[in-house]
């Protein structure tokens, strides 16, 4: 039988068509996929986050194994969501005496005390800068750590220079380290510290480093040897001297994350899982 020569070309003509399009829309990805990320790491799609949850931008571990308090950005209401890794939603706690301006990131001490980052600052100009500190034993009342940035210049601050936005902290030994957002230059991370008890406060600078792109979130390792930096489609993994808090002072394994979206939220589960949530509802585990 005679064929026509055409159609011979239609898989060849056609495959540029598919790439475009298989570029263009990246596949959803199923539940409990893994897929290679950089050397030995991986990452897995865990789950869907439940409704509610509308803008993961922190996580924290929560009080069973495989649970985590989370909460939603900036003018939704001051409430904490536990959830699972199936996605579940367990429990909604509302902050009394808190207002979510602007939340941004969760921390916890070695005492359950949860710290909650109302430190949003985009346009720089925010006077109400706060970390509310809440415990269950107390029914998750919230304390006051207001504070200020002490290289803060007075009057406006010129675009290229704003760098008093912070969507990153951590907890360390009754002190908390803040990681600022460069929103002038996105290149220069600044790292700061205040004490965690209730009052207002002033954050001491303690270092500055360069760090290509928006920090989205921070977390210390459970045995304070790690620190990772979370970056739109970046993670910064710092070495840590032990009792060390020269966080910034060693050269970081820097991972890509191409595949995960727009990261807000990460959390060391242990000393080898990090658990990350993105703006798009999705909760993923990381093996180191």
Known sequence: MKRNPHLYLWPILALPIAFVFSSYYPAKAPENTSVKVTGTSTLTHLAKLPGAVVESSGLELADKPNTYWTHNDAGNAPILYKINEQGKLLQEVTIQGATNTDWEDLAEDNQGNLY?????????????????KVSLKNGFKAQQIKFTYEDLPAGKIAKENR??????????????YLISKDRGAERTAKLYVLPDDA??????LLSKKELNGLVTSADLSPDGRHLAVLTYGKLYLYPVAKGSTQFFSQTPR?????????????????????????EEGNLYRYAL
């Not at 430190?119 to 706060?130: A, E, P, Q």
């Open 116 to 132: 909650i980052g109302d430190m949003g600052n985009n346009s720089n100009k925010r006077k109400d800068l706060c970390i509310y």
């Open 163 to 176: 760098n008093f936005d912070c969507e990153a902290f951590f907890w360390q030994n009754g002190k908390l």
């Open 199 to 204: 009052g207002t406060h002033t954050a001491r």
């Open 254 to 278: 820097i991972l890509d994350l191409p595949a995960i979206g727009q990261a807000e939220a990460v959390l060391f589960k242990d000393n080898q899982h990090l658990v990350i949530t993105n």
